[in-house]
């Protein structure tokens, strides 16, 4: 059995026990869904179709490429629906010999609009579109990394790891001395050893700009690494799964608040890592970190983390939002990345990737403070 298989199993069961037939998911660019890719190999701009008979059918834009990566039972172009995912529904159906008055799930992303042209369009089905569907449930699946994740992990954090370390070698020899050129070096060194590209635009930001949580524009031809705080926030993306990091460059002669700014954040960040263990709620971790902030009288403005995998941001959550219930678990991987920022004295974050283990949490990353 694949592994996309024993992915979809997973789903194939909770079909059965909601008592749902069909499940369309859509991963085009007016609503992307990393879980096509995560259940079938399929790199993007399909339709998935799973039967709750444990059969799967994509309907991708790119027949060749579908056939090169995906891993499904049945493959259908796009084209031969007139690219109507509509059309596809009653054509998936079809082939599944769906029952009459069957439920059919389809993506909580659609709008209502066109979830009104589903319902007048196919009639012999009960279309249904909700928050708590199968959507959800997949988000669930991915949040424990299984073992071909995990492989791929290692793959991923050993290249951002190296880059990291060349990245200090360049700057520290002048030879990166721009924002964009530590923008194309990254993008470049990846793609060097096989990665899809970046997981997301490189953030970097001089000095005079560092005070965003989000630099922007995310880079520019601006000076990178000068006297101050500089920070870069980057990911390598290989097989479809991102890493996450970032690293703070800090020129001397430093100000009294950057250095107090600086320890505060190296604190956080191993009062957080020291918190990261199986059945630890990710809540609690985050609410350690504002306290600790806050006895210096400090404020983190932005969560203290996240889920990470086929997207840069994932379940779970690692944040002190009332609604997060998160409990870490073995297979999970997240980022803790504390920062503290200011207009005058500039940013400072420091944010590298978590495996967490049976035993603890593992750090597969090598962000940190680099001082220069």
């Known amino acids: 059995m694949s592994i996309y298989q024993t992915r979809r199993e997973q789903i194939y069961d909770w079909m059965a026990r909601e008592s749902i037939t069909l499940v369309m998911i859509s991963d085009f660019e007016d609503r992307r869904d990393p879980s096509v890719r995560w259940l079938s190999g399929q790199p993007g701009d399909a339709l998935l179709f799973l039967s709750v008979d444990r059969k799967s059918l994509l309907v991708p834009w790119d027949i060749n490429m579908a056939m090169l990566y995906a891993n499904v039972d049945s493959f259908i172009p796009y084209s031969e629906f007139n690219r109507s995912s509509i059309k596809a529904i009653k054509g998936a159906a079809a082939l599944f010999k769906t029952p009459l008055g069957s439920r059919v799930e389809i993506p909580p992303t659609t709008p209502y609009p066109q979830f009104l042209k589903y319902i007048e369009a196919v009639t012999d089905f009960d279309i249904i579109c909700r928050d708590n569907g199968a959507s959800p449930e997949m988000e669930k699946a991915r949040a424990v990394k299984d073992s071909e994740e995990l492989k791929i992990y290692q793959k991923v954090s050993a290249f951002t790891c190296d880059i990291t370390d060349l990245l200090e070698k360049q700057v520290r020899a002048g030879k990166l001395k721009t924002e964009a050129d530590i923008a194309h070096f990254i993008d470049a060194e990846g793609r060097k050893r096989g990665c899809e590209g970046t997981g997301f635009e490189t953030l970097a930001a001089g000095p005079d700009r560092s005070f965003g949580i989000h630099c922007f524009p995310a880079y520019t031809g601006g000076a990178f690494g000068g006297q101050g705080l500089s920070i870069l926030d980057y990911g390598l993306k290989h097989a ?60 983190m403005p932005h969560g203290l983390g996240h889920g990470i995998g086929l997207e840069a941001h994932e379940a779970p959550n690692v944040n002190t939002r009332a609604e997060n219930s998160w409990v870490l678990e073995p297979g999970m991987i997240i980022t803790l990345e504390p920062g503290l920022y200011d207009p005058v004295q500039g940013g400072c974050r420091l944010e590298n990737d978590v495996l967490i283990t049976e035993t603890g949490a593992e750090v597969l990353t090598n962000s940190r403070i680099i001082r220069l």
């Open 240 to 299: 479809g799964y991102t890493s996450d990091v970032t690293l703070t460059f800090a020129r001397e002669p430093l100000s009294k608040q950057q250095e107090k700014m600086l320890t505060l954040v190296e604190k956080a960040y191993n009062l957080a890592l020291a918190m990261a263990s199986p059945g630890i709620a990710t809540r609690d971790i985050a609410l350690a970190v504002e306290a600790h902030f806050a006895k210096a009288k400090k404020f």
